[in-house]
């Protein structure tokens, strides 16, 4: 059977991925590249992402998926054998993809901002605590609102 390949990193958004493959038992190696730590680890995921961000997928064909969602979801719907989520005619469905959606969207987005405050929030440091901060609470809030469905 041919090698999967992810780019990913411990704690990135390729540990379901990585756990996804694992579920199904298909072969993959791992391209260890944390981006968040400069430019010669975003120069490992340039060539298969330009927006150098983890977690990419090569699959044994050559074809390059990004983003942990659509990921998933691909893996999803390839492996229905895998039960890793409701099959295109479950009932369930549109609610699967409603929180496949919503956490890259509402709560990893956030992320950005927050991991480099001064992003959004320029040099001072002031604006850039009362960034950490409303982030830190959306996030929260967003969780606490998916645990609630």
């Not at 699967?96 to 991991?115: N, Q, T």
């Not at 604006?127 to 645990?147: G, H, N, P, S, Y």
Request: proline share 9%.
């Amino acid at each position: 059977m041919a090698t999967y390949r992810i780019f990913s990193a411990l704690g990135s958004g390729g540990a379901p991925v990585e756990a996804a493959m694992s579920l199904i038992g298909l072969p993959y190696e791992i391209v260890e590249a944390p981006t968040w730590k400069g430019e010669a680890q975003q120069a490992k995921v340039a060539a298969v992402n330009p927006l150098k961000q983890i977690p990419a997928l090569v699959t044994p064909d050559g074809e390059t998926i990004t983003e942990s969602a659509a990921i998933l979801i691909w893996l999803a719907d390839r492996f229905p054998e895998a039960r890793l989520g409701p099959t295109i005619d479950d009932p369930c469905r549109a609610q699967f993809l409603r929180w496949m959606a919503f956490i890259p969207a509402s709560i990893y987005s956030l992320f950005w901002g927050r991991d480099a405050p001064s992003r959004l929030g320029g040099p001072d440091p002031e604006v850039q605590a009362r960034i950490k901060a409303a982030t830190a609470e959306r996030i929260l809030d967003c969780w606490r609102m998916m645990e609630s469905q």
